[in-house]
Nanobody
Framework: QVQLVESGGGLVQAGGSLTLSCAASGRSASMLAMGWFRQAPGKEREVVAAISRNQVNTYYAPSVKGRFTISRDSAKNTVYLQMNSLMVEDTAVYYC????????????????????WGQGTQVTVSS
């Protein structure tokens, strides 16, 4: 079993920055491919970014590419989402997700691929 704890959400003005963190714990915490998803009011949850276990491969949704950066600290079993140039449209609840993966270079961009989810953290961008 894996537990995911997110932090770092909050209120920021458009054009500002925030960094989200997601700490994984549990027996298989070192075997996880991870991703960030978000869900805005009235919309379906969507992928934001994903990263492979070995950090070599990353994926970004077109709407955030060039503004957001996903990274991880394997020693701390923590994944980060650095969000720059935030826009009002980025307002959502952000979720960390994890999947046990035997393949260190694989990443997963589909919500259905993930086995574990964090509780979510609210990001609100004001105009």
């Amino acid at each position: 079993q894996v537990q995911l704890v997110e932090s770092g959400g909050g209120l920021v003005q458009a054009g500002g920055s925030l960094t989200l963190s997601c700490a994984a714990s549990g027996r298989s915490a070192s075997m996880l491919a991870m991703g960030w998803f978000r869900q805005a009011p009235g919309k379906e949850r969507e992928v934001v970014a994903a990263i492979s276990r070995n950090q070599v491969n990353t994926y970004y949704a077109p709407s955030v590419k060039g503004r957001f950066t996903i990274s991880r600290d394997s020693a701390k079993n923590t994944v980060y989402l650095q969000m720059n140039s935030l826009m009002v449209e980025d307002t959502a609840v952000y979720y960390c997700a994890a999947k046990e993966s035997a393949y260190s270079s694989f990443l997963y961009s589909s919500e259905d691929s993930y086995e574990y989810w964090g509780q979510g953290t609210q990001v609100t961008v004001s105009s």
